[in-house]
């Protein structure tokens, strides 16, 4: 069964400060996106990473993927309280990526 | 995430009452997928479907639960004789092929069962 583990469950910050977030899997995927979801909306996606050790950025978010493709990394640098929100990883479903599995997400607060 | 349309928003139904969800894809987009979201939880697949045809309903219970999505129209998302179990939310996504390894998410019908 493909699981994919999030910590840490919740977060709370200053404004200002960095932080990261982790996605861990004893399975390969062969592919993560990272989601940031708002209270009452649907997941946005944010990023997808593919290679094994891709790095990406998205303005003061980087994202990485592990060489095993079993893990991923989320930092971000100077949260802002607009960066508040549920951030989930998830991937394909290797048995025939009909569906996406997903962590159970980082609840992220930042404090003004 | 705007492109793909959910309605209702927000639906409450007395237990043993019938739900349904609706879900227009994205423009272009002929897959459409079924998710539900727990409290505090990540978002567990239900079904997946094309034009006329369901392709994978390994995560919808296989009571009460139903998936369409006609030729014409949006996708519908059945349950009958709610229980109180089934308040969630209820997100579609849309991809315009398969493989399905991104996914684009509407804003969800939060149901809740009185």
């Known amino acids: 069964t493909q699981l994919l583990e999030q910590s840490p469950q919740f977060l709370s910050i200053q404004e200002g400060e960095n932080l990261t977030v982790y996605c861990n899997s004893s399975s390969v995927f062969s592919s993560l996106q990272w989601y940031r979801q708002e209270p009452g909306e649907g997941p946005v996606l944010l990023v997808t990473v593919v290679t094994g050790g891709e790095v990406k950025k998205l303005k003061r978010l980087t994202f990485q993927f592990g060489d095993a493709r079993k893990d991923s990394s989320l930092h971000i640098t100077a949260a802002q309280p607009g960066d508040t929100g549920l951030y989930l990883c998830?991937?394909?479903?290797?048995?025939?990526?009909?569906?996406?599995?997903f962590g159970a997400g980082t609840r992220l607060a930042v404090h003004p | 995430n705007a492109g793909v349309m959910q309605n209702p928003r927000h639906l409450v139904r007395r237990r043993g009452q019938e739900a349904r969800l609706r879900c227009s894809p994205m423009k272009g987009h002929s897959h459409v997928y079924w998710y539900r979201q727990l409290p505090e939880e990540g978002l567990k697949f239900m079904v997946y479907l094309q034009k006329e045809n369901i392709i994978d309903e390994s995560g919808m219970p296989k009571e009460r639960f139903s998936a369409e999505f006609p030729k014409e129209g949006p996708s519908i998302l059945r349950i009958q004789q709610v229980v109180r179990g089934d308040s969630a939310a209820y997100f579609c996504a849309s991809s315009p092929q398969g493989p399905h390894t991104e996914a684009f998410f509407g804003q969800g019908t939060r149901l809740t069962v009185v």
């Open positions: 998830a991937g394909p479903f290797s048995g025939g990526y009909n569906k996406l599995i």
